[in-house]
């Protein structure tokens, strides 16, 4: 079955500090890759995609992730975390070849401590 | 916020009443969803549309229907409510360029089935 795993359920952090969150895909073949955020009381936002190029894209509010082809991964960093990045994260894939839909992980709570 | 739009914002309702939800868009995209969102299970696809008339089911399309008579327009009906679709329910359009395709999503409607 077509699947997105997040590693982490829930992550807590003080700020400052560094933030890896984990995202892993089942499928071969070509892929895109999204990361979006859901602030508390709202809509989800798009913080970054991938679809070619360089593994390594740069999104908004200073986060990152890197596609890497041969582990089904695309991890979300960001070198140090603020408060106000308090969110849920999700990690959604599509198959370009196989139509729009999209196939989201089941996110990550991120909590940042002051 | 791709110009979305979705009502009501909030709705409580009691088990076996009809409910419809209204996703309205402002910028003639052709892919519209509904999702349902969920603690644990990130979102899932109800329905989606492909055009004016045209949806297809997604992966929990069970116990509910969908309308697309115009292109800004997509309706989400539960046609008897029951207590398991309490949940959050976002409308998404998706956005193609040359390079790939991306949802953006509406602000949602936390609807409450008693």
């Known amino acids: 079955a077509q699947s997105v795993s997040q590693h982490n359920h829930h992550v807590i952090l003080s700020e400052a500090a560094s933030l890896e969150l984990g995202c892993n895909y089942s499928?071969?073949?070509?892929?895109?890759l999204f990361w979006y955020v859901q602030y508390p009381g709202q809509h989800l936002q798009l913080l970054l995609k991938y679809f070619s190029g360089d593994p390594l894209v740069k999104g908004i509010k200073g986060f990152e992730a890197e596609f890497i082809k041969s582990k089904f991964s695309f991890n979300l960093r960001k070198p140090s975390v603020q408060w106000s990045d308090t969110a849920e994260y999700f990690c959604a894939v599509t198959r370009p070849n196989y139509g729009q839909n999209f196939v989201f992980g089941p996110g990550t709570r991120l909590s940042v401590l002051p | 916020d791709a110009g979305i739009t979705q009502s009501p914002r909030h709705k409580v309702t009691e088990t076996g009443t009809p409910v419809t939800l209204r996703c309205h868009q402002t910028?003639?995209?052709?892919?519209m969803y509904w999702y349902r969102q969920d603690p644990g299970h990130g979102l899932r696809l109800i329905h989606y549309s492909y055009g004016v008339k045209d949806t297809d089911k997604g992966e929990v399309s069970d116990g509910y229907s969908v309308s697309r008579s115009k292109t800004e327009d997509f309706l989400l009906t539960l046609e008897s409510a029951t207590s398991s679709q309490t949940s959050v329910y976002f409308c998404?359009?998706?956005?193609?360029?040359?390079?790939?395709?991306?949802?953006?999503f509406g602000p949602g409607t936390r609807l409450t089935v008693l």
């Open positions: 910028e003639n995209h052709r892919y």
């Open positions: 499928y071969g073949g070509t892929v895109n």
């Open positions: 998404a359009i998706s956005e193609s360029t040359a390079d790939t395709d991306t949802q953006y």
